[in-house]
C-alpha cells in the first residue's frame, strides 16, 4: 500500500535519497563504472566521485533514468515508490502530489516506465515493441493470454494513451507483475541501467573453469 508519511520517514530529504542510490548502486563500495576501479576521491561540492585511476567522475544518478535531472531526488524515489506499490499512478495525479505541472509528471512518469523497460527487458516480449521483429504465429499464440492481460491493465489503469508509447505501459504492467514489494522495486528502477557489479581487480582474481574442458 501506498504510504507517503512511510516514504517520508525514510527518504526525508535529498541527502538521504542521495547515500540510498548510492548504498543501491555500490551495496559493496565504491566501483568506477568506466574501469572498475574501486579507490577514488569525492567532489563534495557537486556531489561527485573521482575514480583514482582514470579520472572518470560519477554521480550516483549517472547511468540512471535521473541522469542530470532537475527534479529533487525525492520526487523520482516517491514516484518509484508509487509505481512500485501496485497503486494505480497516473500523471495527473503525481503532478497533483507533488504540486509539478502536468507536462513535467507525464515526463518524469514515462522516464520511470523508461526504466521499468530497462529494468525488465527480454527479447521475448519484444513483440511489444514500436518496430517488433516478426515473430513466428506459435510464438505469437503462446503470448496470446499474457497481452490479453496485459490489454485489460491498461484499459483498466489509463483511459487515453497514445499509440506511440503503448510499450511502456506493457512494460509496467510486466514490471507491477514481477515486482510486488516497493521497496524492491524502488531498487530495481534505481540500478537500471547504471549496475556494475565487480571491481576490476576481483574481475582479474576470479579464475573461471570451463566446465567442459
Ligand atoms: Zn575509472
Known amino acids: 500500500m501506498l504510504s507517503i508519511r512511510k516514504f517520508m ?4 530529504n535529498e541527502r538521504a535519497c542521495r547515500e540510498y ?3 543501491i548502486r555500490w551495496p559493496r563500495g565504491f566501483i568506477c563504472t568506466k574501469c572498475g576501479e574501486s579507490k577514488y576521491s569525492v567532489i563534495r561540492t557537486r556531489n561527485l566521485f573521482e575514480c583514482a585511476y582514470c579520472k572518470t567522475q560519477t554521480s550516483t544518478t549517472s547511468g540512471t533514468v535521473m541522469h542530470r535531472t532537475k527534479l529533487p531526488l525525492q520526487y523520482w524515489l516517491f514516484t518509484f515508490y508509487w509505481v512500485g506499490s501496485g497503486v494505480r499512478c497516473s500523471a495527473r495525479s503525481i503532478a497533483k502530489t507533488l504540486k509539478l505541472n502536468y507536462r513535467t509528471a507525464l515526463r518524469l512518469l514515462h522516464n520511470v516506465r523508461y526504466a521499468m523497460f530497462r529494468a525488465e527487458f527480454d527479447g521475448l516480449y519484444a513483440f511489444w515493441l ?9 510464438v505469437m499464440k503462446a503470448k496470446h493470454r499474457m497481452v490479453k492481460k496485459a ?3 491498461i484499459h483498466k489503469h489509463y483511459r487515453r494513451i497514445s499509440e ?3 510499450h511502456l505501459y506493457f512494460s509496467e504492467y510486466r514490471f507491477r507483475s514481477i515486482h510486488r514489494d516497493s ?7 534505481i540500478t537500471s541501467g547504471a549496475s556494475t557489479m565487480y571491481t576490476i581487480h576481483e574481475y582479474r582474481t576470479m579464475n573461471y573453469k570451463d566446465p567442459y574442458r
Not at 9 to 12: D, K, N, S, T
Not at 130 to 138: A, D, L, V
Not at 183 to 189: D, H, S, V
Open 151 to 153: 490489454e485489460r491493465f
Open 164 to 166: 506511440r508509447n503503448r
Open 21 to 23: 542510490l548510492f548504498h
Open 9 to 12: 520517514e525514510r527518504f526525508p
Open 130 to 138: 514500436p518496430n517488433k521483429p516478426e515473430f513466428p504465429p506459435i
Open 183 to 189: 521497496i524492491e522495486a524502488i531498487a530495481k528502477l
